[in-house]
């Protein structure tokens, strides 16, 4: 945050668009590195949250699952807000 | 081949960001110096490097003759009118593509490497196998982009490509940085490009008009000894990759009028 984009804020103006141009590579990139189709990525994102929803209740709207880059290395971050945990897991 | 001769692929992934340029001004710049130095024309199909070069018309065989034994390499190469120690090796006939092979272009680098000190190779636009070609001939690269989220995005797929194959080292050109732009954060700055791309620096470019002057001469800014701040950059480009320390410049500190101080404070980091 510098103080153009705290004046920015006040004035209700856009933030400055090399943030933007930034966040929107480090995005692509994420996705281009790990070579994951959305549709793979959201598959994924749901095996987990339902393996998680097993052990944990969690808020199936708020979770996310991202890919996120630094040093041209790829993570997969998952991000669950947990609800409360289940007395018993949940076991087939 | 020559033990010492550096052999470097200069590449960019998008077309238009001054491979070509960054090709003719780094040949010039290290001719200067005293060392062999030969360009190689990699991008056969869009062949430009005789151009900038101001060669154009000096052309008489070129690597496409060589490979088919039709002339020998010192027939083929054109030396530099002016900088004696530079010489180009000129794109054949764009059928070329249809037969050329990494074994071919790997051939004719290690002819060029007998006789020179640098080989610096003017890759193709694109990841293609024009680019597969010209980079199975490389021992290291330059990586040259712009900061422009398209520019930096095909960089990327390049040094992905280039991280497979044995290329070392792999340094970054940054290329047409305005200062004003990124201290009013409308540009990418030099660390927002170097974070993403993860390679070390080895200079930057600045903006300039002079290199549309001396592209429509064909005398690269080196050449004519130009103060302009691009001629700059080149050389500094050039001092570096032969192990000179020379300082980066800091695009924060380019402008000195009241309007960019400004600029520069608003660009001051708060949390």
Redesign the interface.
């Known amino acids: 945050?510098?103080?153009?984009?705290?004046?920015n804020k006040l004035i209700g103006r856009q933030q400055?668009?090399?943030?933007t141009?930034?966040e929107?590579?480090?995005l692509?990139?994420a996705h281009?590195?790990s070579d994951l189709s959305p549709e793979l990525l959201d598959q994924m994102r749901r095996e987990i949250l339902n393996v998680v929803a097993k052990y944990v209740e969690i808020d199936m709207d708020e979770g996310a699952v991202s890919l996120e880059t630094e040093?041209?290395m790829t993570a997969l971050v998952a991000n669950l807000p947990i609800k409360r945990t289940l007395k018993t897991p949940i076991t087939e | 081949m020559a033990p010492n001769t550096r052999i470097i692929l200069i590449c960019s992934g998008k077309g238009g960001v001054g491979k070509t340029t960054l090709t003719a001004n780094l040949g010039i710049a290290l001719a200067q110096q005293g060392v062999k130095t030969a360009v190689l024309d990699a991008d056969f199909g869009l062949r430009n490097l005789d151009l900038l070069l101001g060669l154009e018309n000096r052309i008489v065989y070129t690597a496409q003759e060589v490979l088919e034994e039709t002339c020998r390499l010192d027939q083929a190469l054109v030396k530099h009118k002016r900088e004696s120690n530079l010489a180009l090796l000129p794109a054949g006939n764009p059928r070329m593509l249809d037969w050329l092979k990494p074994d071919d272009m790997q051939r004719i680098v290690s002819m060029l490497a007998e006789k020179f000190d640098y080989v610096l190779i003017d890759c193709p636009a694109g990841v293609e196998d024009g680019f597969k070609n010209a980079a199975s001939a490389a021992q290291e690269a330059i990586v040259i982009t712009t900061p422009e989220i398209s520019a930096v995005r095909d960089a990327d797929r390049v040094i992905g490509l280039l991280n497979t194959k044995s290329i070392k080292p792999i340094q970054l050109v940054l290329n047409r940085v305005r200062p004003k732009m990124i201290a009013s954060q409308e540009m990418l700055s030099v660390n927002d490009v170097t974070d993403i791309l993860a390679l070390p620096l080895l200079g930057l470019v600045l903006e300039d008009e002079q290199v549309i002057v001396s592209t429509n001469r064909g005398e690269p800014l080196t050449l004519t000894g130009s103060k302009s701040p691009a001629a700059r950059c080149y050389g500094n480009v050039a001092r570096r990759l032969q192990g000179e320390d020379i300082p980066l410049i800091d695009p924060s500190k380019e402008g000195q009028s009241l309007r960019d101080k400004f600029r520069r404070l608003m660009a001051t980091k708060i949390f």
């Open positions: 945050m510098t103080l153009r984009d705290i004046l400055s668009s090399a943030n141009a930034k929107r590579l480090q692509v990139l281009d590195r040093d041209r």
